[in-house]
């Protein structure tokens, strides 16, 4: 019992069981004895529903990025300057990201909400595969392709009128009804500030995390690459479950390196959600 008379909360005594603890063992008991367990998700936890990661790995797939300069065809200034070679080549992320559904390590976190042993997910995705999935208090720290909006007029509009006008556009530019303007989508490219009110909730929840659960990310990415050293500094615990290495690692409490399907199901039975 903690010193203010809070009792954690546990699903299975997995300390009482005298067992050797393996990564997924000792991650559940982890969570078993945390007041607040948060996950941060990344492009690694979407590759089992078909959407090619960032960078890819060699052997395994193709990055969505290969042979293609982000900081060229998908920052802030190239939407400005070439709206046409900006959507030739979103327009396409579009339609590989449109259609996919999410997977068991989605509907893992699902579970663990649902049974109160999960307070939030943040994601660095844009593909709403966490929203799809049914996960409740979702940060989207990179907004997502539920649509574009005007940057003239502020026109919004959703993705399946995007999509119709990108098809009919004879330069493959979706436009603004209103006024004509190429739309953007509502997603953070290069070059832009995150939302402040995303960041500073995310960072809240870091803070007070007990254990965070960093999954299918490279934790390359920041600002929110350091949202985990929020949770280490303020004296909780890091769990990272994903297969590249990360500059974290060395601090964490519990490194998987297996499937993130596989490895989050284990983690569910072994909290017996399932």
């Known amino acids: 019992m903690y010193s203010d008379g809070y009792t954690p909360r546990s699903v299975v005594d997995i300390a009482a069981e005298a067992e050797p603890t393996t990564g ?17 998700t990344g492009a690694g936890i979407s590759v089992p529903s078909g959407i090619p990661d960032f960078r890819g790995r060699a052997g395994i797939q193709k990055g969505l990025w290969e042979n293609v300069d982000p900081m060229e065809v ?23 990201l449109g259609g996919k559904l999410p ?23 844009i593909d709403m595969l966490h929203r799809r999935a049914g996960t409740r208090e979702l940060i989207e720290m990179h907004g997502n392709i539920a649509g574009c909006s005007c940057p003239g007029c502020g026109e919004r509009v959703p993705l399946e009128q995007v999509s119709a006008r990108l098809a009919a556009a004879s330069d493959g530019v979706p436009r603004c009804d209103a006024c004509g303007r190429p739309l953007k989508p509502d997603v953070v490219l290069f070059g832009e500030l995150l939302s402040q009110s995303a960041l500073e909730r995310a960072r809240e929840l870091c803070e007070g995390a007990d254990v965070l659960l960093c999954v299918g990310s490279s934790l390359e ?21 994903t ?27 072994a909290l017996a959600l399932s």
């Open 24 to 40: 997924i063992a000792r991650l559940a008991e982890l969570i078993g004895g945390a007041r607040s367990v948060v996950a941060l």
């Open 74 to 96: 998908a920052h802030i200034d190239a939407f400005r300057s070439d709206p046409v070679r900006f959507w030739s080549f979103y327009g396409r992320r579009f339609a590989t």
């Open 103 to 125: 997977n068991g390590a989605h509907r893992a976190l699902v579970a663990m909400e649902e049974k109160g042993l999960l307070d939030a997910v943040i994601t660095q995705n």
């Open 221 to 241: 990415v920041h600002p929110v690459a350091g949202l985990p050293r929020l949770t280490h500094a303020a004296g909780g615990q890091l769990a990272i479950l």
């Open 243 to 269: 297969q590249g290495p990360t500059p974290l690692d060395e601090l964490a409490s519990v490194r998987l390196r297996g499937d993130v399907v596989s490895e989050l199901q284990a983690l569910c039975q």
